[in-house]
């Protein structure tokens, strides 16, 4: 690469994705620093993200980055690396040594919705009139959104941990899309009829739904799935009878390759000691790395988990 230039420089200020405030203010940011290089007569190039760095850098003396999620790619970064060798600057401010920013599988989907509707609507998505607060009406957009949310937020680490009731053991929920005239807890004490068999394969689908969700989310040299745990249970074996002395759960995901999968576990005659189900909270929590002596009314883990 060319000798720099001794008397210019090249800021970078923006959010992802691109032309996005990415949840700080980089026009109040663009122009205080712009305002600095002109007290001191530095005349400088100013872009958004990363894209065109390699075009700037010859002609520039110092490079000043304030991001909020844009970061340079394998590219960029050896163009940046070869000009810092012939005695280029970098000031790197916020964000510069943060996580990568990257499209997420969800997040973009839903904002490219929005942009569609505006240009329906020709309009700038900015304009438009946001969303009437409150729920979906229909139960199964409702769910699906709550867990697309829970997947992005594991995707993007916004969270490591995250629970979900679709409806509340005591609710008078209805499912008319599912041709069930009782509410949630009526149906309940008749858990073998025909009708909550419908309304308990519901509930089990948007757990597949989730879990296939994390499943298709690449992570490292695997996905989310295969470092998470996920776990669906009830609180009751039988409803009519308000039973809880056998629990079935499911636990889905590697949880970063500490939790074998493809297996049927029967606790039932291990004796009340051996399965209770805070047994099985505290050998989850070791392989997330939290050590109790004792949790509930457990000191044992849960053998053969």
Not at 29 to 56: H, M, Q, T, Y
Not at 155 to 177: C, E, G, H, K
Not at 259 to 286: V, W
Request: with cysteine; glycine share 10%; aromatic share 8%.
């Amino acid at each position: 690469m060319a000798a720099t230039n001794s008397g210019s420089a090249h800021l970078i200020a923006g959010g992802f994705p691109p032309g996005s405030m990415g949840g700080h203010d980089h026009d109040y940011a663009r122009l205080r620093l712009l305002g600095l290089l002109a007290e001191r007569d530095i005349p400088a190039s100013v872009a958004n993200d990363f894209a065109d760095v390699e075009k700037w850098l010859p002609t520039s003396r110092l490079l000043i980055t304030y991001v909020a999620g844009p970061y340079p790619d394998a590219a960029q970064s050896r163009a940046i690396r070869d000009w810092l060798e012939v005695g280029g600057h970098w000031l790197g401010l916020h964000g510069t040594s943060g996580g990568k920013a990257e499209r997420v599988e969800g997040m973009r989907t839903t904002k490219d919705q929005a942009d569609d509707a505006a240009k329906a609507k020709n309009t700038m998505t900015a304009t438009m009139d946001r969303p009437a607060n409150g729920l979906p009406e229909d139960l199964r957009e409702h769910a699906r959104l709550m867990c697309d949310i829970i997947a992005i937020a594991f995707q993007t680490n916004r969270t490591s941990v995250a629970s979900l009731i679709i409806s509340r053991d005591l609710s008078a929920m209805y499912y008319p899309f599912l041709d069930v005239k009782d509410g949630h807890h009526a149906a309940s004490h008749n858990n073998n009829s025909d009708g909550y068999e419908r309304i308990a394969r519901f509930h089990v689908s948007q757990f597949a739904y989730l879990a296939s969700k994390l499943d298709s989310m690449k992570e490292g040299d695997g996905t989310v799935l295969d470092n998470t745990c996920l776990m669906f249970l009830s609180n009751l074996w039988i409803g009519r009878k308000h039973d809880n002395f056998r629990l079935p759960l499911v636990l889905a995901g590697g949880l970063g390759g500490t939790l074998e999968t493809g297996r049927t576990l029967n606790y039932l005659d291990a004796g009340e000691d051996n399965r209770k189900m805070c047994s099985l909270y505290l050998s989850l929590m070791d392989r997330y790395g939290v050590k109790l002596e004792q949790f509930g009314d457990a000191r044992e883990r849960l053998v053969g988990l």
